[in-house]
């Protein structure tokens, strides 16, 4: 009889087990997303029904704390059947129709994940549009929430560039939705006569929460990336290929005001760049100037003259704060005369309890 382990060979049963991971793992994602899916639109359904007999039929509120106690009796052994669910799941019938739920992949995502979309939104296009973008970029709940809260949906696409005439399409539409304005920095603190290398630094050293505010499809290259011209060496602040457009990108960091000289610099980088790295599966290179504020007509007279493509965006960093959380902020003296009240308050008590 002959050996059965000789008739398979390490190599072909490594593929053979590979292959049959691959197929458990694969099956196991579309069990968890139908299962998902089948759950998100009972909670629709429960959602809808309690609508319709709290508007045709004249039920009040009371019906849900009612209904609460029933089902997590009758269904001891589920979650979800709380208050507050069952009126996070009538605010999910009245933020969409049936259809919407599947047509729009909102079934697509964890329920904790519909839940801040219509807590939080109150536009359904923007909603429609975070839910298409955590499914594509995999957001954690967490994340989804960050975006929501520095309004990512506004800042998309808000750069300005000479794309439609630069690039040619679809690239150019592709490429003018990459490009945010402002970039969200707030994961940066800088003193306020910081340098180009010490944002470029940080940023660096940042570098994961710097490619998650870049967005899908950006790779690192490198910082100060070398590039010799006519014997002569250029270095760019910021090198990234993007895995989705096929081609470079360019970044240039500037600590004030966009000047028009700044499109010209960012001209030749981006020349020398298709010049000396590009190939020819790949696409335009792509320069992106990061400036901490722009005056648009500027922009747009300098990048006129421009045939290479150009976008120009600001960014923001933490130290920035909107005019109206900086109007609410206490000054030094209320901090001071704050902490020598409550250091009164204490000896006051210290000495009652001395009393005592």
């Not at 639109?41 to 709290?54: K, S």
């Not at 599947?102 to 079934?107: E, G, L, P």
């Not at 989804?144 to 794309?163: K, S, Y």
């Not at 360019?250 to 000396?276: C, T």
């Amino acid at each position: 009889m002959p050996n059965q382990t000789s008739l398979f060979s390490d190599s072909n049963y490594a593929d053979f087990l590979n292959g049959l991971k691959q197929r458990i793992r694969s099956a196991q994602v579309k069990a968890s997303l139908a299962i998902n899916q089948e759950l998100i639109r009972l909670y629709w359904q429960i959602g809808h029904e309690i609508l319709i007999r709290q508007q045709e039929q004249g039920w009040g509120g009371k019906v849900i704390e009612r209904l609460a106690k029933d089902l997590k009796r009758e269904f001891s052994d589920m979650a979800g059947f709380s208050q507050t669910n069952l009126k996070y799941m009538r605010s999910f019938a009245e933020a969409y129709s049936e259809e919407e739920i599947s047509q729009r992949s909102v079934d697509q995502l964890p329920w904790r994940h519909n839940i801040v979309l219509f807590t939080k939104l109150k536009e359904r296009e923007a909603r429609f549009w975070y839910a298409q973008k955590a499914i594509e970029n995999g957001w954690s709940r967490d994340i989804l929430v960050m975006q929501i809260e520095t309004n990512l949906f506004d800042r998309q696409g808000g750069a300005i560039t000479n794309f439609a005439r630069s690039l040619p399409s679809p690239q150019s539409d592709l490429a003018q939705q990459l490009i945010k304005d402002p970039y969200n920095f707030d994961f940066l603190m800088l003193a306020e006569n910081a340098q180009e290398r010490e944002l470029e630094r940080a940023l660096i050293h940042h570098i994961r929460d710097f490619l998650m505010e870049l967005g899908l499809g950006f790779a690192f290259l490198g910082s100060q990336y070398p590039l010799v011209v006519s014997g002569k060496e250029y270095r760019l602040d910021l090198l990234f290929y993007h895995v989705h457009l096929h081609c470079y990108i360019v970044i240039d960091l500037k600590m004030g005001e966009f000047e028009p000289q700044h499109s010209g610099q960012m001209s030749f980088y981006v020349a020398a760049v298709d010049n000396l790295l590009r190939r020819d599966r790949d696409d335009p290179t792509i320069g992106i100037i990061l400036c901490k504020s722009k005056d648009k007509t500027t922009v747009e007279f300098a990048l006129q003259g421009s045939q290479q493509p150009i976008g120009v965006s600001t960014y923001q960093l933490q130290s920035q704060l909107p005019p109206q959380l900086q109007n609410n902020l206490p000054t030094v003296e209320q901090l001071e005369m704050e902490l020598a009240s409550a250091v009164e308050n204490v000896e006051d008590n210290t000495e009652s309890e001395e009393e005592e």
